[in-house]
């Protein structure tokens, strides 16, 4: 038996549930792990556009906090990774078939960088919600907002390394063209490809953890199925060559290169799938990581 028998919770003084729900609503209240409408959740997602680049240059910003070169870091780092590359790559293993004299440190740095940007956001996008339990469960904001805010994030620390991609270019004798415009283009379909990846694996990870020991081994191998030291073209063909360059991370590597190197004229088909590729996974992202909103933080 209860404590005040069968009467008590009537004899609770307040209001109704159906006028405390009615006053909650107005005054923006949400229930606590409950997933929202779709629409509301954009309309949150854009309204908390300020935290989300607030929170993503201050992470770029406390990465080299520690640095002795501070910012200086961010042009360095990428000209030393590449020098290493070039060195293992295209003198040791002389991987430039199919590129013409000259074109391969170009065509290297644009693909090296861009896959750095694309894994570093999978590997971090894949801990986003696990990796901030603590903000998770403290503040209530749109989650997603924690897979797009690490693919910013790395887009920061990237940016660098693509202008010096463009110096190499200079340097190795291509000529700046009206294709040149397409080149941020390519860098912003190639950061939609990167965040609806990282949403998806942010989804999975917190849903099945050991996933997190999977995605570095699924970038390691697209390290190198991607055409990253090399011309997909020049080492397969049939179907084989068809599958690599198809898939998602080759095609932002292409159109890059496309847009920058002579070599490659620009092939619209391949734009095409990379522009479609960016769309489905970033829908596809959102709503899969909204799915799951009220999920996180409870367990």
């Not at 200086?72 to 293993?93: E, H, K, Q, R, S």
Request: proline share 5%; net charge positive; charged share 10%.
């Amino acid at each position: 038996m209860t404590l005040g028998g069968p009467d008590r919770e009537s004899s609770i003084p307040g209001m109704p549930p159906a006028e405390a729900a009615a006053l909650a609503r107005e005054h923006g209240m949400d229930q606590v792990g409950v997933r929202p409408p779709f629409g509301r959740y954009l309309r949150d997602l854009w309204r908390h556009r300020s935290f989300l680049i607030t929170m993503s240059a201050a992470d770029y910003n406390s990465r080299h906090q520690q640095n002795v070169l501070g910012q200086i870091w961010g042009l360095l780092n990428p000209i030393m990774i590449g020098a290493a590359y070039f060195l293992i790559f295209g003198l040791l293993l002389e991987t430039n078939r199919g590129l013409e004299p000259g074109t391969y440190p170009t065509f290297l740095m644009i693909g090296l960088f861009s896959f750095i940007f694309i894994s570093s956001g999978m590997n971090a996008g894949s801990k986003a919600i696990t990796g901030n339990m603590g903000m998770v469960r403290a503040l209530r904001f749109p989650r997603v907002i924690l897979p797009i805010s690490i693919s910013i994030t790395e887009l920061f620390a990237t940016l660098p390394a693509y202008a010096m991609a463009l110096i190499v270019a200079l340097l190795s004798g291509e000529t700046p063209t009206a294709t040149w415009l397409l080149y941020p283009v390519g860098i912003v379909i190639t950061f939609m490809v990167t965040t609806g990846i990282g949403m998806l694996f942010a989804r999975l990870v917190y849903a099945v953890r050991d996933a997190s020991n999977l995605v570095p081994l699924l970038t390691r191998v697209l390290r190198y199925v991607s055409g990253v030291f090399f011309v997909i073209t020049a080492y397969s063909e049939g179907f084989v060559q068809f599958a690599l360059n198809y898939q998602p991370v080759a095609v932002c590597l292409t159109i890059l290169r496309q847009a920058v190197m002579e070599q490659f004229a620009v092939d619209w088909t391949m734009w095409l799938a990379a522009a479609g590729w960016g769309i489905v996974l970033m829908v596809a992202g959102v709503v899969v990581f909204w799915q799951g909103e009220a999920t996180y933080g409870h367990k």
